[in-house]
């Protein structure tokens, strides 16, 4: 049986996060959206799951939160060892999966988007008001 350690899941989150908020730190719209999208990144997956949430990828047109769904991707694929799941077949991975897999998937997504959450409340904590 493998063990996850909790710091495999929180500090590849806190490097994404961190990175797009250095990368990023003179836009305050785009660090706005990238802190509401990191917060309501479980929400939207709980809600309505992995696959749309990779459709939603493409389908954004604002920037900060498009950043932070492409990390939340990559994260995902780094710690699953999956590197298809953050490049544009992603979705097609996603569909190939078996019921298991897609089900263990989502659950891991759902810790990694808890953490997204908590740690855009930390980075971003100067950043305030809506979109």
Do not use: H
């Amino acid at each position: 049986m493998t063990t996850l350690d909790t710091r495999t899941i929180i500090t590849p989150v806190y490097e994404a996060l961190s990175g797009l908020r250095n990368q990023y730190n003179k836009n305050n719209t785009r660090l706005k959206e990238q802190k509401n999208q990191a917060v309501e990144l479980y929400t939207y997956l709980a809600t309505w799951g992995m696959m749309r949430l990779k459709a939603e990828e493409k389908a954004l047109s604002q920037d900060g939160k498009k950043d932070v769904v492409k990390k939340y991707f990559q994260c995902l694929a780094q710690i699953t060892s999956k590197p298809n799941l953050a490049q544009d077949s992603g979705l097609d991975t996603l569909k190939t999966l078996s019921s298991d897999e897609y089900l263990g998937l989502t659950g891991l997504g759902l810790a990694i988007a808890q953490e997204f959450g908590f740690w855009a409340t930390a980075i971003y904590a100067d950043i305030t008001g809506d979109d």
